[in-house]
């Protein structure tokens, strides 16, 4: 049976993936991480008794723990991530770097006999030049800076993780997000429609990793396009583009706002 990764369970698109390859009939072996263990036993009651699922929960920094985690996978779903604009927001660089710190650890370790998981990293539609082309310009202005940082963070890990050429990499880029159920999907390299569920992104996800052994879609950015009537719930979106505009113009702003608790 092979044995995947999920980094960020606790996330929305990590939650996703869990569920959906705990409850599908296709077993796999799951090794997940996350920053807490509570948090993931009151989402995931369920993995406190799978058997096929190891939890491996601590500091995203610690070298040895995603060592660990990452020990004969497979595949890896990297789902660590954030969707607020924070000034000089890091967390996709640091996850870039401790993952493959973690890889580059186990190739050492490992010698000849180290296979190189495939890597399916969580990006956006945004950064992909041929999706967002089809973007209105209002909406690709507002888009650019109210997700500047966040943005910003996930072309320079994708540009590093890129360098790693023994890496066999897979960006998953998806357009806006939404809480819905599975409506359908397809991969394309082509175009996304304005909206996609989490269960379809995860669905996506375990394709690009599964199809062709991987292959398919190793070196690509990959979108997930929604084929049916997705429900778009536009208040949290729109939200997160408020205060993503806000921390663009003034960050200082954006700090009072954080303070204050009121950011998304
Ligand atoms: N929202 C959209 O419409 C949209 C559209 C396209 C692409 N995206 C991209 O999707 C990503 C957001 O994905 P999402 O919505 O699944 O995010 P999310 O729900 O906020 O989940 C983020 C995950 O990362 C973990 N995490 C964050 N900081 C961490 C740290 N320092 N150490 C360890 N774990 C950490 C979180 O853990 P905790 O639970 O412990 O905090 C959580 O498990 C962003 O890169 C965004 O650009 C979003």
Same mark, same amino acid.
């Given at each position: 049976?092979?044995?995947? /990764?999920?980094?960020?369970?606790? &996330? %929305?698109?990590?939650?996703?993936? =869990?569920?959906?390859?705990?409850?599908?009939?296709?077993?796999? *072996?799951?090794?997940?991480?996350?920053? %807490? /263990?509570?948090?993931?036993?009151? =989402?995931?009651?369920?993995?406190?008794?799978?058997?096929?699922?190891?939890?491996?929960?601590?500091?995203?920094?610690?070298?040895?723990?995603? $060592?660990?985690?990452?020990? *004969?996978?497979?595949?890896?779903?990297?789902?660590?991530?954030? *969707?607020? *604009?924070?000034?000089?927001?890091?967390?996709?660089?640091?996850?870039?770097?401790?993952?493959?710190?973690?890889?580059?650890?186990?190739? $050492?370790?490992? &010698?000849?006999?180290?296979?190189?998981?495939?890597?399916?990293?969580?990006?956006?539609?945004?950064?992909?030049?041929?999706?967002? &082309?089809?973007?209105?310009?209002?909406?690709?202005?507002?888009?650019?800076?109210?997700?500047?940082?966040?943005?910003?963070?996930?072309?320079?890990?994708?540009?590093?993780? $890129?360098?790693?050429?023994?890496?066999?990499?897979?960006?998953?880029?998806?357009?806006?997000?939404?809480?819905?159920?599975?409506?359908?999907?397809?991969? %394309?390299?082509?175009?996304?429609?304005?909206?996609?569920?989490?269960?379809?992104?995860?669905?996506?996800?375990?394709?690009? /990793?599964?199809?062709?052994?991987?292959?398919?879609?190793?070196?690509?950015?990959?979108?997930?396009?929604?084929?049916?009537?997705?429900?778009?719930?536009?208040?949290?979106?729109?939200?997160?583009?408020?205060?993503?505009?806000?921390?663009?113009?003034?960050?200082? /702003?954006?700090?009072?706002?954080?303070?204050?608790?009121?950011?998304?």
């Amino acid at each position: 049976m092979p044995t995947y /990764a999920i980094l960020g369970v606790t &996330g %929305s698109t990590g939650s996703s993936l =869990l569920r959906y390859l705990h409850e599908r009939p296709e077993k796999v *072996n799951i090794n997940l991480y996350a920053r %807490s /263990a509570s948090k993931v036993e009151s =989402l995931h009651p369920y993995v406190k008794t799978a058997k096929n699922i190891q939890s491996f929960v601590g500091d995203l920094s610690s070298a040895e723990l995603l $060592k660990d985690c990452l020990r *004969n996978v497979d595949v890896i779903f990297s789902a660590v991530a954030q *969707n607020n *604009n924070e000034p000089g927001c890091s967390i996709a660089r640091r996850t870039a770097h401790s993952i493959v710190s973690a890889l580059e650890a186990l190739r $050492k370790e490992e &010698g000849l006999s180290f296979k190189c998981p495939v890597l399916v990293f969580l990006s956006s539609a945004s950064l992909n030049p041929t999706f967002a &082309g089809a973007t209105p310009w209002l909406l690709h202005w507002v888009l650019e800076r109210g997700c500047y940082y966040v943005y910003g963070d996930l072309k320079e890990s994708i540009e590093y993780l $890129k360098e790693q050429s023994w890496i066999p990499l897979i960006t998953a880029e998806p357009p806006a997000l939404t809480q819905d159920i599975s409506r359908g999907y397809e991969l %394309s390299l082509h175009e996304v429609m304005p909206g996609i569920s989490y269960d379809d992104l995860a669905r996506g996800m375990v394709q690009m /990793a599964e199809e062709d052994g991987g292959h398919k879609w190793v070196g690509k950015g990959v979108g997930i396009k929604a084929t049916g009537n997705v429900k778009i719930n536009f208040l949290p979106l729109i939200w997160y583009l408020v205060v993503g505009l806000i921390a663009y113009f003034s960050p200082a /702003a954006w700090g009072v706002l954080q303070r204050a608790g009121l950011n998304p």
